[in-house]
């Protein structure tokens, strides 16, 4: 169970990093 939440939040935390590469990415 702990496992599972712990791959959960890194999918989040992956999300949230190609969300701010893509804006990044657009200010360039």
Do not use: C, F, G, P
């Not at 702990?2 to 360039?28: C, F, G, P, T």
Request: proline share 0%; hydrophobic share 45%; aromatic share 4%.
């Amino acid at each position: 169970m702990a496992k599972a939440s712990l791959i959960q939040r890194e999918l989040k935390r992956d999300n949230l990093v190609a969300k701010y590469a893509a804006k990044h990415a657009e200010l360039k």
